[in-house]
């Protein structure tokens, strides 16, 4: 019979006999092992891919840009609606030019 390190009794509700579960030394060992290579992996793409740092002059002038864009997009609304209304207008006069039309 195989040494245990730890043992784990699991008892499920359902279920009325409990489980028991025997963690050998080289299981921990294999998990501790593995453990340290994921954070050691991890740690080494962090240092090989650091993150951009954006300076705080660029900073601003994306702000700038993006207000510029902000406002420029505001006013070409602004004149998408103008134009609606000169449309609708121009809309409503030649209906009124046809009725005139056909009525001669």
Known sequence: MKTAFCSLIVIAPHSP???????????VLILLSAFVLAFCTTVLLL????RLHVNEASRSR???????????????????RRLDSKMSGLEGRSAQVIALMEAN
Do not use: H, V
């Open 17 to 27: 006999s409990p489980q028991k579960i025997r963690i050998s030394a080289k299981a």
């Open 62 to 80: 994306l702000a700038a840009e993006n207000q510029m864009l902000r406002i420029e997009n505001k006013n070409l609304a602004i004149g998408i």
């Open 47 to 50: 240092l090989m891919f650091p």
